[in-house]
């Protein structure tokens, strides 16, 4: 029996009819026209996943820059209070606030927290104290001897002795202060001041004994205390400034005559005995009084806005 198997050397019936062998299997047309498709699916997917990239980037860094001036910062260097205004004392009308401020603004309106300090008003004798140093402008007196004032702000011209008062010029921006100092060499035990108070619209004056020098701060920076009088016409709050920024330790009210008005303060250990215009002394205790004494002696002028006019200084005194 015979078989008719195909000569394995006749390539014509096995390559086809031009004897060549396919070098691998020919693709269909439908499948090279999915194969276009999905390489344009997968480039269009990369341009839009780029694309998501960068905005998501840019936006990021936009953020960023939007945010930037808003951010605080934490005061931490030095031993002043990077406060904008440490103790800003409210136009009459006002509550006394206590509460620190992040922002250059107007004094606010809200109730200053007391601290419970025990406070004696009335039947009460402080202590003499003999000052070491004193300058009687209305007298002819002139700028005291070796001391030292800063300013910031803008007032009309800087402080200076005027027509038998010391005063700076009017202001012509928000939160315009000066500060004149005297180092007494040994810790404060007694600071005051005669106020000479505008008619309208008066500017706020205080009266303090700093832990380290005001001079050695800038803008409204200021050192700590626990001896500080702040006043305004009617009114006088006692003020420390610590490492927690400042609060009112105590306050009072008084009735005012005419527009000049005397303040003194005497301090002994962590006491502090302030005697008002009208001759009421009122004792006040607080451990921070003692703890953040000093030697420089200060008689500072500040006017919160436009418009006030400059309290000025009749009389100053320290020992």
């Given at each position: 029996m015979s078989t008719t198997a195909p000569n394995r050397g006749d390539r014509s019936k096995v390559a086809g009819g031009d004897g060549k062998r396919p070098e691998g299997p020919l693709p269909a047309d439908g499948e090279r026209v999915d194969r276009t498709r999905w390489s344009k699916i997968v480039m269009l997917l990369n341009v839009v996943l780029i694309a998501g990239v960068a905005i998501i980037g840019l936006s990021h860094l936009r953020?960023?820059?939007?945010?930037?001036?808003?951010?605080?910062?934490?005061?931490?260097?030095g031993v002043a209070?990077?406060?904008?205004?440490?103790?800003?004392i409210p136009?009459?009308?006002?509550?006394?606030?206590s509460s620190p401020s992040t922002a250059p603004a107007?004094?606010?309106?809200t109730p200053a927290a007391p601290t419970g300090a025990p406070v004696t008003s009335g039947n009460v004798t402080a202590p003499r104290v003999e000052a070491r140093m004193r300058s009687n402008f209305a007298k002819g007196d002139g700028w005291p001897y070796g001391a030292g004032f800063r300013e910031t702000g803008r007032p009309a011209w800087p402080l200076g002795v005027v027509d038998g008062v010391m005063t700076h010029g009017q202001p012509r921006a928000a939160n315009t202060?000066?500060?004149?100092?005297k180092w007494m060499k040994t810790d404060v035990r007694t600071i005051g001041a005669r106020v000479l108070f505008a008619p309208n619209h008066s500017g706020a004056a205080a009266i303090t004994a700093w832990h380290t020098s005001v001079l050695d701060t800038a803008g409204l920076q200021q050192p700590r205390t626990g001896m500080r009088l702040a006043v305004l016409p009617g009114q006088w709050r006692l003020v420390a400034i610590d490492a927690d920024g400042p609060s009112v330790i105590t306050s009072g009210t008084y009735a005012q005559v005419g527009h000049s008005a005397s303040f003194d303060l005497v301090r002994r250990d962590s006491?502090?005995?302030?005697?008002?215009?009208?001759?009421?002394?009122t004792?006040?205790?607080?451990?921070r009084i003692g703890s953040l004494s000093g030697p420089w002696a200060s008689w500072e002028l500040r006017d919160d806005a436009?418009?006030?006019?400059?309290?000025a200084f009749q009389e100053i005194w320290a020992g």
């Open positions: 953020t960023q820059d939007q945010a930037g001036p808003d951010v605080a910062t934490d005061p931490t260097t209070s990077t406060l904008p205004v440490p103790d800003a136009s009459a009308g006002e509550t006394p606030s107007t004094p606010s309106s202060v000066s500060w004149l100092e006491t502090i005995w302030v005697t008002d215009p009208t001759g009421l002394v004792r006040v205790d607080d451990p436009v418009g006030k006019r400059p309290a």
